[in-house]
């Protein structure tokens, strides 16, 4: 199901995409691109051609002759044979990083240090200490640097501080050749799926966790430092009241009888607080596909069901029918960029209480920490990574 509905995604976007490919601004900002990655094309080739002020000119990978197949497959103009090139590039204003997980927090860095704006795929860092000090550096270089969390730029996530106890759950299909395994590459389960987490604390408005109560690890088979799957329980101070939140990812989340897929498991969140339970149907991928909220009132036994495929509680009249996730995501960098308030944004004390959020579950769980790649790895010629393959399904529930 992840699988299929990621590549509608990518398919109606390159329609639309394709249909709504406007003229640039003469003063367009040129972002190159870190990588041959899959999700490329999704989360910003294709939303760059309904953006008059962005211009995809670059794209680098550590193989010449795959850079130049890529740019020619995606009409951009630049192609180059390392990362260091593109970013040695003048003409170039900022650069979105979709590479492995332990490689982000380096190569942001660097994009930084050569005076580039970075637009960074989760997750932000391989750990915490990685994220403040990359944080540092983005303060120091006064220029623009935020976590690729793309759901929370779309107009129907309404911010939500309300007091809520949830249980998440993932579900992602990959590979066990994927990178996703790699240990050297901080790789592992939460890792990838990170938005369990990432969704707990944006619908509680909550930081770093009081503690994490519990948290088992199933390791993989082939290196059991990493995750195949991951379950906690963290503990959160709401209000004075305290909240306790269960998250549990999967990479390796079997066909049901081993033959079955489980198609009828589908992105979404479910909140019960008090007084009302809240169904939310996808709204962590493309919601401007399809979406909707149903609301519960326990109080009148009433339910009532709302969708948002333009403006909505945040971006107002700005936006269309037909814009993606990342469409709005590339709206908001675009916004900050040029001095603008953007109608979203993702700071740096969310990023890093995320990755601080992380290294407590994996610490907690045996497993330790992630770190950072020390050398560049050697796997293909090139590094070719979908962070958001994985669709997680959520559900929450109140536990006060």
Known sequence: MAILLQFTTFVTQYLYGAQNNIPKEENALRIGILSTANINSAALINPAKSHGGVIVSAVASRNLEQAQKYAEEYGIPKAYGSYEELLKEPGIDAVYISLPNGMHGTWAKKALDAGKHVL?????????????????????????????????????????????????????????????????????????????????????????????????????????????????????????????????????????????????????????????KIYFYKCLHDASLYHYITIYDKRTKQTTTKKFYSGGPQWGQRGETWWSTYRYQLEAFVDKVRGREPVHWVTFESSIAQMETIDMVYEKSGLGKRFLTLRTPTLRPDVSVNPVQALPRLRMYTCL
């Open 120 to 276: 960074l795929e989760k997750p932000f860092t391989a750990n915490a200490e990685e994220a403040r000090s990359l944080v540092d550096f983005a303060k120091q270089k006064n220029l623009v640097l935020v976590e690729a969390f793309h759901w929370q730029f779309h107009r129907p996530v309404w911010p939500n501080s309300t007091h809520i106890c949830d249980h998440d759950h993932s579900e992602g299909l990959y590979t066990r050749s994927d990178i996703r395994w790699q240990y050297a590459l901080a790789g592992g389960s939460l890792m990838d799926m990170t938005y369990v987490i990432s969704s707990t604390r944006y619908f509680l408005g909550a930081d770093t966790p009081r503690e994490v109560a519990e948290a088992k690890a199933r390791p993989s088979p082939q290196d059991r430092r990493v995750d195949d799957a991951m379950e906690a329980t963290l503990r959160y101070d709401i209000g004075g009241r305290m909240v306790e939140s269960k998250v549990y990812s999967d990479m390796w989340r079997p066909n049901l009888f081993g033959i079955i897929p489980r198609a009828w498991e589908a992105p979404s969140i479910e909140i019960e607080t008090e007084h009302a």
